[in-house]
Nanobody, 126 residues
Framework: QVQLVESGGGLVQAGGSLRLSCASSGGTFSNYVMGWFRQALGKEREFVAAISWSGDTTYYADSVKGRFTISRDNAKNTVYLQMNSLKPEDTAVYFC???????????????????WGQGTQVTVSS
């Protein structure tokens, strides 16, 4: 059973940066594609970014492209989300998730992710 624990959220001013981390345990980390999703108050959970098993392929939502960077360290069983140029509309609870699905077309869909962390709050003030 894979367990995921996010950290690094907090309150930041618009234009600032945060780095989220997600530590994995209980499984073979390198067997999973890792994703980041977010859910703002009153809205549905949405895809943010995903990274392949080796880290050589990444995908981003259009809303974060050029500002956010996903990366992973398989030796540390950890995935990261570097968030720069933050905007108030980035305010949400951020979740990391793991999926064994091989089709990259499915990596943006939360239904294919088997394991989820508890989430970490990111608040961007204007």
């Amino acid at each position: 059973q894979v367990q995921l624990v996010e950290s690094g959220g907090g309150l930041v001013q618009a234009g600032g940066s945060l780095r989220l981390s997600c530590a994995s345990s209980g499984g073979t980390f390198s067997n999973y594609v890792m994703g980041w999703f977010r859910q703002a108050l009153g809205k549905e959970r949405e895809f943010v970014a995903a990274i392949s098993w080796s880290g050589d392929t990444t995908y981003y939502a259009d809303s974060v492209k050029g500002r956010f960077t996903i990366s992973r360290d398989n030796a540390k069983n950890t995935v990261y989300l570097q968030m720069n140029s933050l905007k108030p509309e980035d305010t949400a609870v951020y979740f990391c998730a793991a999926t064994p699905v091989k089709s990259s077309a499915d990596w943006v869909r939360n239904r294919w992710y088997n394991y989820w962390g508890q989430g970490t709050q990111v608040t961007v003030s204007s």
